[in-house]
């Protein structure tokens, strides 16, 4: 093996590394089709938060999922709805607060490296990051089968 491709490869695997530790590039939000292909790809914001909004299928109510990068993945903090039966459909404990609807904020959530989704003209599911919106299911289309991960650079 020529130096040259020993050097290559060792500078590719410090890139590497230089994205994943603090401080590298700035994590984004990213969404896949099931053959790979981005649908979504946003810069999180300082706060790394970002949220997916859709409409409940049984109970027809809308609901915010809340997210935060954490440990090298992410975890749900926090549930929104109009309705108290969303929350009960989850089946986490947590502190429930009422106001302009409720919120549950999970006592527990798993640190999650990717999430599975389904996407549809009736739940019309979008990733909310900052102030920006982007629907993950197409008007009229077939129920897409999507894969939520965080990245970095």
Sequence with gaps: MSARVVA???AAAAGLVAGLRPGGDDP????AD???REVANVPLPEAGRFALSYRHS????EVTEMFAVADGGF???AIASPSEAVLDY???EGRRVAGHGWRLEPAATPRL?????????VGRRTLVVGDRRVPLFTPGGSPAHLVLSIHRG
Excluded at 58 to 61: F, I, K, P
Excluded at 113 to 121: D, G, K, Y
């Design 34 to 36: 099931e053959r790979g």
């Design 75 to 77: 975890r749900l903090v």
């Design 113 to 121: 490296e990717s999430l599975p989704l389904v996407a549809t003209e």
């Design 90 to 92: 989850y089946e986490l």
């Design 28 to 31: 984004a939000v990213v969404v």
């Design 58 to 61: 049984v109970y027809r109510a």
């Design 8 to 10: 290559a490869g060792v």
